[in-house]
């Protein structure tokens, strides 16, 4: 149990740490090819009447298709990385490497990448789920003011409480399609390694000088 959540703290850092970086280079796109600068940013973030964040959004937007191009790359980025994990996330999560032996950290890294990276952007893509999910409370009067919704976990219980588990039950839906995903993928790469996870061993080639030489001591007994 140690050893799995060891593992898990060590995965988790490495892919917080990947986010990080992707959020660093993503600002320092924004900065260098949009309007904004730092003082600017800082100057609209401070601005208690809700103005700056729309003036913030419409000096990005007007720089054209290069805030779309910056998402894009760092949301590509940050689901190649993830897809290229999960086979890795899963040989720590059953304690062992495809090939039986006891897990090591990063074996199974890039498995199946391709079909992985599907398996992410699909899982993700059922966040798009989120707007009919919205525009159904909305409509049945449930929540009337999304931007007074609850945001601390006492206060779940409050207005809106059936949106967010709505909300927490989709993003629990993605993690367990890249959990399966993971899975069959592990499953795989083991079946490749033979039965129990170890390489089949090669069939005997019985000679023909073997089976003379049995026959002839044979005869002699």
Not at 88 to 115: C, E, K, M, W, Y
Not at 195 to 201: F, N, T
């Amino acid at each position: 149990m140690a050893g799995c959540s060891g593992a898990a703290a060590g995965y988790g850092l490495l892919e917080s740490l990947f986010f990080l970086v992707v959020c660093v280079l993503l600002l320092a796109g924004m900065l260098v090819g949009t309007p904004l600068t730092v003082a600017t940013m800082t100057a609209l973030a401070a601005d208690e009447t809700g103005g700056g964040f729309e003036q913030m959004m419409t000096q990005l937007f007007d720089s054209g298709g290069l805030l779309i191009v910056f998402g894009a790359v760092a949301a590509l980025s940050y689901c190649a990385f993830r897809a290229a994990l999960l086979p890795a996330l899963a040989g720590a999560a059953i304690g062992r490497d495809p090939n039986g032996q006891q897990h090591t950290p990063l074996v199974g890294l890039g498995s199946g990448f391709g079909s992985m990276f599907v398996v992410v952007l699909l899982s993700f893509a059922v966040y798009i789920l989120i707007v009919p999910i919205m525009a159904w409370f909305a409509f049945t009067g449930s929540v009337d003011d999304f931007s007074e919704m609850p945001t601390e976990l006492g206060a779940l219980f409050g207005a809106g409480w059936e949106l967010l588990v709505a909300i927490q039950l989709l993003f629990l839906w993605s993690t367990g399609i890249q959990a399966a995903g993971a899975t069959l993928q592990y499953l795989a790469d083991r079946e490749q390694e033979g039965p129990e996870g170890r390489p089949e061993p090669a069939p005997a080639s019985i000679e023909a000088t073997d089976i003379r030489a049995l026959r002839k001591s044979r005869s002699q007994m």
